[in-house]
């Protein structure tokens, strides 16, 4: 069966550069949550859409942005990047109508040097 | 703050004995409950979940129990094998909206 597909797996960027992380969901999921887990650390919520509409919002930092498209696709952008940014960045799909779980992509390794 | 903790953040089991992971939360708001599995280098996996309205779900070695006085959730593994070795997040929601996970328990099993 189809998963949660993210791209890159692994990427390293410097610091002040731009990075832009893509998630496939599950086909027929109306619902993406974008999760970063700091090493040593659980995965901390970002931001979710519904619909193609942002339906909820975590602790993104400001220079953080997302989006999700008609093809139900979802892509996380990072600015001005920082050491700190550094971390597994985990999408997750679900039903929106149904409350059952996450089905979470392999995850997106970034290092930020 | 943390919504959502578990306070063991590692638990040794002897291959065949129980594994009992703690999850507590705070926001009474929380409706839904999920365990997830987490293998190195690859995204959590469900595991179980429990609703609100109801105090225990088994599905086969794994029991999940709910506790809503007391804010507690407690997954149990019976028998443990080794392949359950893994970090075990558990997570909350309220009417399906963000979820909200734990640190996680990383549980060995040996063998």
């Known amino acids: 069966a189809a998963g949660v597909i993210q791209s890159p797996r692994h990427l390293i960027k410097e610091k002040r550069e731009t990075a832009t992380l893509k998630c496939y969901p599950i086909?027929?999921?109306?619902?993406v949550y974008w999760y970063q887990q700091g090493p040593g650390q659980d995965p901390q919520f970002l931001i979710s859409f519904y619909e193609k509409m942002q339906s909820d919002k975590g602790s993104i930092p400001d220079r953080f942005s997302a989006q999700q498209f008609s093809d139900y696709h979802s892509e996380l952008n990072m600015s001005s990047l920082e050491l700190g940014d550094s971390a597994l960045y985990f999408c997750a799909s679900s039903l929106y109508v149904v409350t059952g779980e996450l089905f979470f992509g392999e995850g997106s390794r970034l290092t930020v040097l | 703050d943390q919504q959502v903790k578990q306070n063991s953040p590692s638990l040794s089991v002897q291959e065949g004995r129980i594994s009992i992971l703690n999850c507590d939360y705070t926001?009474?708001?929380?409706?839904?409950f999920l365990w997830y599995k987490k293998y190195p280098a690859e995204g959590p996996t469900f595991l179980i979940s429990i609703s609100s309205i109801k105090d225990k779900n088994e599905d086969g070695r794994f029991t999940v129990f709910l506790n809503k006085s007391a804010k507690h959730l407690s997954l149990h593994i019976v028998p443990s094998q080794p392949g359950d070795s893994a970090v075990y997040f558990c997570a909350a929601s309220a009417a399906g909206n963000q979820f909200y996970f734990g640190t996680g328990t990383s549980l060995t099993v040996i063998p």
């Open positions: 926001n009474s708001m929380f409706d839904y």
């Open positions: 086909p027929r999921h109306d619902t």
